[in-house]
C-alpha cells in the first residue's frame, strides 16, 4: 500500500505530467505549437491506441486543419483562452460534427451528426482541436468499460484490468498522456469510476450545469456532462469554459472547510485495503486526523433503489423500439439490462420522483453543517477485463454493483462530486471522493486541489 506513484511504467504519451497552464504558456511563448501538440497526440494513438482501445474514431485531419486555424489566430493575437490550441477527446456518445458518432452501438455505426452538442461547440469556440471520439460502453449503460462495438478499453496502468465505465476511452487516453483532458458523461458514476481506476481526476458537476443538449441520453434526470483530467486545477479550466457564468463563491482555506468522512459500509461490499488506503491518505491531507464521520447509512438502501427505479425507466424509454425492432445489435450484456429495466412500472417511477424530492431535502440539511463529504470513489481496484463477479467481505458480488456503489446516489441527487488519486495498491490507482452542495463546484474542485496539495 502506497500514497506515491508505482515503481511500473505507464503507457506514457506527450501529455503525461503536462497541465494546461504549462501548455498555454509554451503556445504563447511560441516554443510549440497547436500543430504540434496536435501531431503528439496523433503519435500518441498510433503508439497506444492499438492496445488500449481509448479511440472509437481519429479525426486526424479535421484536427490538423484545426491546430493550423488556431495557430494563424495566435499569431494574429487572438487568444481564445487556455483550451487555445490543447487536443482534446470527445466521449462517443457525444455528438461531434462530422465526426463518426456510435455511441458505441451497431445501431449507429455509421451516423455522422450535422451538429455538435452544446459543450464540443463551447470547447471549439475556445480553441480547442477535436482529436476525436473516445470510446464509450455501449450507450453509456454500463461502469466497466469492456463491451462496445469496438471492444473493451484497456487500463493503461495494467492491460489486463478493465478501465472501468462508461467513459472509459476518455479516462484511458488522459491517464496514457494522448491527450490531456477529455469529456465524458456521468448517470451513475461514468465519469468518476474510469477516472479512479485509471489514477485521473474525474469530475461530475451538479445536475443541469453543463448543457447536456445534444448528447445521447441514457437516463435524462440522471445524465451530466463531466470532465476527466490530470489535475483539479485542469478541471476548472474546463468547467470555466463551459460554464463561464458559474458565480459560485471561491471555496477557504482546506482548514476553514467543514470536511466529513462518510463510512462507505453501509453502501455495499468493499476492499477493506482500499477503504484503509482512502483514510490513510485523508489523515496525511488533514493532520493526521480522519475528518469526523457523518452518518448517512439510514439512507443507503433507499437512494440506491429509487436511483434503480428512475435510471430503468428512463433508459428503457430511450431505446424501448430499438429493442423491440432490433434487438441483435445491441451487445448482449446491454440487451439484458434494458429488457430488465422495463420492468419498472410507471406508478413506481412517479413515486421514485417524489422519494428523490423528499431525499433531496434531507441532503440539503447536511450540508447546513458540512461543506464536503469525503468517501472512496471505487470501494475495489480496477477489476480483471470482462469479468463480473468478485469475493469481497467472505462473499461473491457483482462488479457492476460494486464500481457503482459509491458514486451513483451523488447522480440521485445532482450533487457534484469529483475523485482525486488517493494512492496505489498492487500497482493499480485509488481514488478518493469529494462531494458537495449542489451549485458549489467551484468550491468542490478548489477543496479537491488544496487536499491534493496538503497531502504532499
Not at 477557504?252 to 459500509?265: M, S
Not at 486526523?289 to 433508459?315: F, N, T
Not at 458514486?407 to 482525486?420: D, E, F, M, R, Y
Request: aromatic share 6%; with cysteine.
Amino acid at each position: 500500500m502506497s500514497l506515491t506513484t508505482p515503481n511500473v511504467a505507464l503507457t506514457d504519451g506527450y501529455f503525461a505530467g503536462k497541465n494546461l497552464e504549462q501548455l498555454a504558456q509554451a503556445l504563447r511563448s511560441r516554443r510549440t505549437s497547436a500543430v504540434e501538440l496536435t501531431e503528439h497526440a496523433l503519435a500518441g494513438i498510433a503508439a497506444f491506441n492499438p492496445s488500449l482501445n481509448a479511440f472509437a474514431h481519429i479525426a486526424a485531419e479535421q484536427a490538423r486543419r484545426s491546430a493550423a486555424e488556431a495557430d494563424t489566430l495566435l499569431a494574429a493575437g487572438k487568444d481564445l483562452g487556455i483550451l487555445h490550441g490543447v487536443p482534446v477527446g470527445i466521449k462517443d456518445n457525444i455528438m461531434t460534427a462530422g465526426m463518426p458518432t456510435t455511441m458505441g452501438s451497431a445501431h449507429f455505426r455509421d451516423f455522422v451528426p450535422e451538429q455538435d452538442a452544446d459543450c464540443v461547440a463551447a470547447l471549439k469556440k475556445a480553441g480547442a482541436i477535436i482529436l476525436g471520439k473516445t470510446t464509450t460502453h455501449e450507450f453509456a449503460y454500463g461502469p466497466t468499460g469492456d463491451c462496445a462495438l469496438q471492444g473493451a478499453t484497456r487500463n493503461p496502468w495494467d492491460k489486463s484490468k478493465m478501465t472501468g465505465g462508461s467513459s472509459c476511452g476518455s479516462a484511458a487516453a488522459v491517464a496514457a498522456g494522448i491527450v490531456p483532458v477529455a469529456l465524458g458523461t456521468d448517470t451513475g458514476g461514468s465519469v468518476r469510476i474510469p477516472a479512479a481506476l485509471t489514477g485521473t481526476v474525474g469530475f461530475k458537476p451538479s445536475y443541469g450545469a453543463i448543457s447536456t443538449e445534444g448528447v445521447f441520453p441514457l437516463s435524462r434526470s440522471l445524465d451530466h456532462v463531466g470532465i476527466i483530467a490530470g489535475s483539479p486545477a485542469d478541471v476548472a479550466a474546463v468547467y470555466a469554459t463551459l460554464v463561464p457564468d458559474d458565480a459560485s463563491s471561491p471555496a477557504a482555506d482546506v482548514a476553514g472547510l467543514r470536511l466529513h468522512w462518510v463510512p462507505p459500509a453501509a453502501f455495499g461490499p468493499q476492499d477493506p485495503l482500499v477503504v484503509a488506503m482512502a483514510e490513510a491518505w485523508l489523515r496525511a491531507a488533514c493532520g493526521r486526523r480522519l475528518p469526523a464521520a457523518v452518518e448517512i447509512a439510514p439512507w443507503a438502501s433507499e437512494m440506491q433503489l429509487v436511483l434503480g427505479q428512475i435510471q430503468k425507466s428512463e433508459a428503457y424509454e430511450v431505446h424501448a423500439e430499438r429493442v423491440a425492432e432490433w434487438p441483435e445489435r445491441f451487445q448482449p450484456e446491454v440487451l439484458q439490462r434494458l429488457i430488465a429495466s422495463r420492468e419498472v412500472r410507471g406508478w413506481e417511477y412517479v413515486r421514485a420522483l417524489a422519494r428523490r424530492e423528499a431525499l433531496s431535502r434531507r441532503f440539503a440539511r447536511v450540508f447546513e453543517c458540512c461543506d464536503v463529504l469525503l468517501m472512496p470513489t471505487v470501494p475495489v481496484c480496477a477489476p480483471a477485463l470482462h469479468a463480473r463477479t468478485l469475493f469481497l467481505g467472505g462473499r461473491v458480488c457483482g462488479v457492476r454493483d460494486a464500481l457503482l456503489s459509491l458514486t451513483s446516489i451523488w447522480n440521485l441527487l445532482g450533487l457534484p462530486a469529483i475523485t482525486i488519486p488517493c494512492g496505489w495498491l498492487n500497482g493499480l490507482p485509488v481514488g478518493c471522493q469529494l462531494i458537495a452542495a449542489k451549485g458549489r463546484d467551484r468550491l468542490l474542485i478548489d477543496a479537491a486541489r488544496q487536499l491534493l496539495a496538503a497531502a504532499r
